[in-house]
């Protein structure tokens, strides 16, 4: 976890403090377009390449004599995805020009309509291939790999911008261009390290990656085709409420709900170096006699470190979005609220996830999501029409407590985990509360919101103590031993 927080502390605060150069630069009706055509790739990449990545790090971890095999079967399945998505941006263009006399333009804020689907191959080819491999040394425990990688992409994306944004400036399609260069830069450079450094060990020759191994295949598709409804799903509940607020309220209103997941993504960057860390040591560890109280010694830092977290942002979302948010983007700040709440269920929901997956249960978090999705469908429906965008985002964070509370009882029936779940329905509760008084601007807003930071502090206080003491107890029998 250590060289996770640096890697993505690098890589995420540095992209964070780009964000006063989009809202800048961008439009908010600009800004919503790149989000749908980033929210649409979150869908097809793993549907398309049957969580080709995943597999890839689930048996990458189990079998490493075979990973030449692993690798060749992912590489395989991002390279046929991206050709379908070609034929299918190659007959929408088609589509377009036949009946492009229905269209009054066919460009859309400066740009070809289908330099957009030129575009959007490009990024799904390389954002295929960038991700995946990203999932392939996580499960080859190539740390350093794949730390370099996100911070190489992070160095193309702010030099590519600077370029394409202040000195050329190309505007959206140059937003569009530094993500393509990034990904294939990164990318290119995990595989070669890969490569070069040993972990693939059954190469044969340079133009054949690996001897064919259909039993390795049959087993990543079986694995990766089971975890289709949980990703389709975790997606819905993820993205389809940007496509409600576009189709409902426009791209304008849409770009202003993209830039409010910006806050959030400052506590996805602890989540998300938890869950690279954690999708290792759940995948090694859920077999042993002691996993249940390991899992569960776990769960309870995880969930104190993210409500604690929520709380402190809560407090200082106003102050955060001045200095984040430009122009128009800055009436984005109320709707921030909910979908921090959000995050917290998602990261519990992910973490649950692994425990099910490590046991290759993917049907069960496939229901569990699959509800939320539903859940989210028909809250975003009802809740748009009247809320707008704040609409969304309390359909977001119902929709993903739904899906915790059907993760955990799936769970259950593999760990038993020992935690005290009313005391963390109770820190929620004061979440939500905190959250209330502050979007509102109620009389002593930041009095009231400060004592539910307290009470949520005091809550988890023997957490922290337990943290620390163990810690403490490590270091001294290291010095000792």
């Given at each position: 976890m250590?060289?996770?927080?640096?890697g993505?502390?690098?890589?995420k605060?540095?992209?964070?403090?780009?964000v006063?150069?989009?809202t800048?630069v961008l439009?908010t009706g600009e800004?919503?377009?790149?989000?749908g055509l980033?929210?649409?790739l979150?869908?097809?990449?793993?549907?398309?390449?049957?969580?080709a990545?995943?597999?890839?790090?689930?048996?990458?971890?189990?079998?490493r004599?075979?990973?030449?095999?692993?690798?060749?079967?992912?590489?395989?399945?991002?390279?046929?995805?991206s050709?379908?998505?070609?034929?299918?941006c190659?007959f929408?263009?088609l589509?377009?020009?036949?009946?492009?006399?229905?269209?009054?333009?066919?460009?859309?804020?400066?740009?070809?309509?289908?330099?957009y689907?030129?575009?959007?191959f490009?990024?799904?080819?390389?954002?295929?291939f960038?991700?995946?491999m990203?999932?392939?040394?996580?499960?080859?425990?190539?740390?350093?790999t794949?730390?370099?990688?996100?911070?190489?992409?992070?160095?193309?994306?702010?030099?590519?911008?600077?370029i394409?944004?202040l000195v050329?400036k190309?505007?959206?399609?140059?937003?569009l261009?530094?993500q393509?260069?990034?990904?294939?830069?990164?990318?290119?450079?995990m595989?070669?390290?890969?490569?070069?450094?040993?972990?693939?060990?059954d190469?044969?020759?340079?133009?054949d990656?690996?001897?064919?191994?259909?039993?390795?295949?049959?087993?990543?598709?079986?694995?990766?085709?089971?975890?289709?409804?949980?990703?389709?799903?975790?997606?819905?509940?993820n993205?389809?409420?940007?496509?409600?607020?576009?189709?409902?309220?426009?791209a304008?209103?849409?770009?202003?709900?993209?830039?409010a997941?910006?806050?959030?993504a400052?506590l996805?960057?602890?989540?998300r170096i938890?869950?690279?860390?954690w999708?290792?040591?759940?995948?090694?560890?859920?077999?042993?006699?002691?996993?249940a109280?390991f899992?569960?010694?776990?769960?309870?830092?995880?969930?104190?470190?993210?409500?604690?977290?929520?709380?402190f942002?809560?407090?200082?979302?106003?102050?955060?979005?001045?200095l984040?948010?430009?122009?128009?983007f800055?009436?984005?700040?109320?709707?921030?609220?909910?979908?921090?709440?959000?995050?917290?269920?998602g990261?519990?929901?992910?973490?649950?996830?692994?425990?099910?997956?490590?046991?290759?249960d993917g049907?069960?978090?496939?229901?569990a999501?699959?509800?939320?999705?539903?859940v989210?469908?028909?809250?975003?429906?009802?809740?748009?029409?009247?809320?707008?965008a704040?609409?969304?985002?309390?359909?977001?964070?119902?929709?993903?407590?739904t899906?915790?509370?059907?993760?955990?009882?799936?769970?259950m029936?593999h760990v038993?985990?020992k935690?005290?779940?009313a005391?963390?329905?109770?820190?929620?509760?004061?979440?939500v509360?905190?959250?209330?008084?502050m979007?509102?601007?109620?009389?002593h807003?930041?009095?009231?919101?400060?004592?539910?930071?307290l009470a949520?502090?005091?809550?988890?206080?023997?957490?922290f103590?337990g943290?620390?003491?163990?810690r403490f107890?490590?270091?001294?029998?290291e010095?000792?031993?």
């Amino acid at each position: 976890m250590a060289i996770f927080t640096i890697g993505n502390f690098v890589s995420k605060i540095l992209v964070m403090l780009l964000v006063p150069l989009y809202t800048s630069v961008l439009s908010t009706g600009e800004y919503g377009v790149a989000d749908g055509l980033q929210t649409t790739l979150l869908l097809l990449v793993p549907l398309l390449t049957l969580n080709a990545g995943e597999a890839a790090l689930r048996f990458a971890i189990e079998h490493r004599a075979r990973r030449g095999s692993i690798l060749r079967v992912m590489l395989k399945y991002v390279f046929v995805a991206s050709f379908i998505v070609f034929l299918l941006c190659t007959f929408a263009c088609l589509l377009i020009r036949a009946v492009n006399i229905v269209f009054v333009s066919t460009e859309l804020y400066g740009i070809s309509v289908y330099l957009y689907f030129v575009l959007f191959f490009f990024m799904f080819l390389t954002n295929s291939f960038f991700e995946s491999m990203i999932l392939f040394c996580q499960g080859c425990e190539k740390v350093k790999t794949m730390i370099s990688g996100s911070v190489i992409s992070t160095a193309v994306i702010i030099a590519s911008n600077i370029i394409f944004l202040l000195v050329i400036k190309t505007g959206l399609w140059g937003y569009l261009m530094s993500q393509i260069l990034a990904f294939f830069t990164a990318g290119l450079f995990m595989l070669v390290m890969c490569l070069k450094d040993g972990i693939v060990t059954d190469l044969s020759r340079a133009a054949d990656l690996c001897p064919a191994d259909p039993d390795m295949e049959r087993q990543m598709v079986d694995y990766g085709s089971s975890m289709l409804l949980y990703s389709t799903s975790s997606w819905v509940n993820n993205a389809i409420d940007r496509y409600f607020v576009l189709a409902m309220c426009g791209a304008a209103v849409n770009g202003l709900y993209a830039v409010a997941y910006k806050i959030p993504a400052m506590l996805t960057v602890f989540q998300r170096i938890f869950a690279q860390a954690w999708q290792i040591s759940a995948n090694k560890t859920y077999g042993d006699e002691d996993s249940a109280e390991f899992f569960s010694s776990i769960y309870k830092g995880y969930q104190c470190v993210m409500c604690v977290g929520c709380a402190f942002l809560i407090m200082f979302v106003k102050p955060i979005a001045r200095l984040l948010f430009a122009k128009d983007f800055y009436q984005a700040w109320p709707l921030v609220m909910p979908l921090l709440i959000s995050v917290i269920f998602g990261a519990l929901t992910g973490f649950l996830g692994s425990i099910c997956l490590a046991f290759k249960d993917g049907k069960s978090m496939g229901k569990a999501t699959g509800i939320g999705a539903l859940v989210n469908i028909m809250l975003n429906t009802l809740l748009i029409a009247r809320w707008e965008a704040m609409g969304a985002a309390i359909a977001t964070a119902v929709s993903y407590f739904t899906m915790y509370m059907f993760a955990y009882s799936a769970v259950m029936g593999h760990v038993k985990l020992k935690v005290n779940r009313a005391r963390d329905f109770i820190a929620v509760e004061f979440l939500v509360l905190q959250s209330i008084v502050m979007m509102y601007e109620a009389p002593h807003c930041y009095i009231m919101g400060s004592l539910c930071l307290l009470a949520v502090l005091a809550i988890y206080a023997g957490e922290f103590t337990g943290i620390i003491r163990k810690r403490f107890q490590k270091d001294r029998s290291e010095i000792q031993e």
